[in-house]
Nanobody, 119 residues
Framework: QVQLVESGGGLVQAGGSLRLSCAATGSGFSRNTMGWYRQAPGKQRELVATITSGMSTNYADSVKGRFTISRDNAKNTVWLQMNNLKPEDTAVYYC?????????????WGQGTQVTVSS
């Protein structure tokens, strides 16, 4: 069982920065693919960024060059550094864990943290 707790959201002006954190409980963190997703009002949840156990990263086109995902396996933590924020980045941001199991992956979600970017 994995529990994910996000923090670091808030209100920021356009052009500003925020750093989201996601602390995970449970063993085997280093084997998990970790990710950040977001959901804006009236829209579907979308991928923001992922980082694999081998430190390979993937970003949505809309955040490339502005956001950076990173992890520290010793701390069971993944971060999302968000720079040059835009009003369209406003959303609830969710931490996601894909845990390898025998028949595939088990998926876990955090409770979400609100990010609001004012123009």
């Amino acid at each position: 069982q994995v529990q994910l707790v996000e923090s670091g959201g808030g209100l920021v002006q356009a052009g500003g920065s925020l750093r989201l954190s996601c602390a995970a409980t449970g063993s085997g963190f280093s084997r998990n693919t970790m990710g950040w997703y977001r959901q804006a009002p009236g829209k579907q949840r979308e991928l923001v960024a992922t980082i694999t156990s081998g430190m390979s990263t993937n970003y949505a086109d809309s955040v490339k060059g502005r956001f950076t995902i990173s992890r520290d396996n010793a701390k069971n933590t993944v971060w999302l550094q968000m720079n040059n924020l835009k009003p369209e980045d406003t959303a609830v941001y969710y931490c996601n864990a894909k845990v390898p199991v025998i028949l595939g992956n088990a998926i876990y979600w955090g409770q979400g943290t609100q990010v609001t970017v004012s123009s």
